[in-house]
């Protein structure tokens, strides 16, 4: 006798054509609430990593070598290669899992300790509902952690102790870095407000500025400044690191979807396109009020389109890219050249100029152009574009003073303890012979 439920029953072939037609439904349901790997992202992402550690050893560090004189190339370079290692490990000990680990009922304002020497994170762990394994993102994470102090560089080159810098770096990561990217990235407070910051804007380059120009404040103006001549000894390697950032920031902004699709191709194709309108901008601003083009003037024109559509880059279309392009390269052009000499400061090589003031332009348009009207991608919840505007205005006040105290505060503490300046006679010297015992040039 057959079973009531057997499948050569009616009720059983029914019973059995039901459960096959919601297989594939329970299929993608599970799928949908567990993340698998996905190959084509990891190998993207893989490559998206290689290439912005790229843009910080060797291309900022040739970038910013070629604009210092010739005596203090080598500890330029130096305090690039340093702070890379630096951070490299302070990043494996504690900074990852303070960033984007679980704070519990910190998490508005601080990550977790759970991740601490990256414990749980190994071959088989997925961060959140990525298709990356998570060694993957961390590391890709790291080399933003990396670049960010590295940017400062800039601000006090050919004064700054090595020791010094090493103390101010290690606490800047722990104290600004590390809190304003779990903010913004790590389930903060910015994060959940709506604050957009696709790859960097305000965790990056308002962060690296602003910072750059107190520790500028601070530390004081170079012996000579501004009446002596302090040229570029080597342009060559400056447009050498300019173009090695240009190429290195499509891992920085198309990596930053954590996946090889549309989003990540159109940020691909906004970041070559604002890069290049802030080169062609800087360049004929230039132009028009100095009567000729400079080579220095189309690259630092190129970084500032770089960190102008950085915020941007996942949520601007082609035409907005354009237009936050323009607005860079005249802004920061203006902020380099007029805003520096009218306020004295010596910003030695524009860190506050391009990336404070490029991330600016580019954090407050991104609530602009991220509208579907304009050709974005579209506002989260249908809002105003005032309304997002407003968002990214709190987003960058927030990061300009929490970033200034604290890079203030920090500053004090290294200079009562160990020296913030080297010596006059080792400026006069140079940085290389007085710091390193080397020479960048055999004479």
């Known amino acids: 006798m057959m079973r009531p439920n057997s499948p050569t029953t009616w009720p059983g072939r029914i019973a059995l054509t039901g459960l096959l037609t919601l297989a594939p439904t329970l299929v993608l349901a599970q799928d949908a609430a567990t993340p698998t790997l996905n190959s084509g992202d990891t190998a993207w992402m893989l490559t998206s990593t290689a290439l912005v550690l790229f843009m910080t050893i060797p291309g900022l560090a040739l970038f910013y070598g070629g604009l210092v004189r010739s005596k203090n190339v080598l500890s330029v370079l130096m305090q690039c290669f340093a702070i890379t290692a630096m951070v490299t490990i302070l990043w494996t ?7 984007f680990g679980n704070g519990g009922a910190l998490n508005a304002w601080i990550g977790g300790l759970d991740n601490l020497f990256l414990k749980g994170v190994g071959i088989g762990s997925i961060y959140g509902t990525q298709t990356i394994p998570e060694t993957v993102f961390m ?45 913004v990235w790590g389930g903060g407070w910015l994060g959940s407000l709506g604050v957009l910051d696709f790859a960097g804007g305000t965790v990056v380059h308002i962060n690296a500025g602003i910072a750059g120009l107190v520790a500028a404040l601070v530390i004081g103006k170079r012996k000579g400044f501004p009446t002596t001549a302090m040229p570029p000894h080597n342009l060559g390697y400056t447009v050498i690191g300019a173009s ?12 930053s979807e954590l996946a090889a699709d549309g989003v990540a191709g159109m ?30 003037g189309i690259a630092s024109g190129a970084v500032a389109g770089l960190v102008a559509i950085t915020p941007a880059s996942g949520t601007a279309g082609p035409m907005g890219a354009i237009g936050i392009g323009v607005a860079a390269g005249v802004l920061c052009f203006l902020a380099s050249t007029k805003v520096k000499r009218m306020f004295h400061y010596d910003d030695a090589l524009d860190v506050f100029g391009v990336h404070a003031v490029g991330g600016i332009v580019g954090a407050m348009l991104t609530g602009v152009f991220a509208s579907a009207a304009l050709g974005g991608k579209g506002l989260v919840g249908d809002i105003s574009i005032l309304d997002q505007v407003i968002k990214q205005g709190i987003g960058v006040g927030t990061t300009l003073v929490y970033t200034a105290v604290i890079s203030l505060i920090i500053l004090k503490v290294v200079d009562w303890t160990i020296g913030l300046r080297v010596t006059e006679e080792q400026e006069t010297e140079g940085l290389d012979l007085a710091l390193h015992d080397e020479r960048g040039y055999i004479l």
Not at 141 to 169: C, H, N, Y
């Open 93 to 99: 000990i504690y900074g990852y899992s303070l960033a």
């Open 139 to 183: 590391v890709f994470q790291m080399t933003f952690a990396i670049i960010t102090p590295a940017l400062m560089v800039g601000a006090f080159a050919e004064r700054m102790k090595f020791s010094a810098l090493m103390w101010f770096m290690a606490l800047w990561l722990t104290l600004v870095y590390v809190p304003v990217a779990h903010w």
């Open 244 to 255: 090695m950032l240009w190429v290195g920031w499509f891992g920085f902004n198309a990596g």
């Open 267 to 296: 940020a691909m194709a906004v970041t070559q396109i604002a890069t290049a309108t802030a080169a062609l901008s800087w360049m004929f601003a230039e132009w028009w009020a100095h009567g000729k083009p400079s080579v220095l």
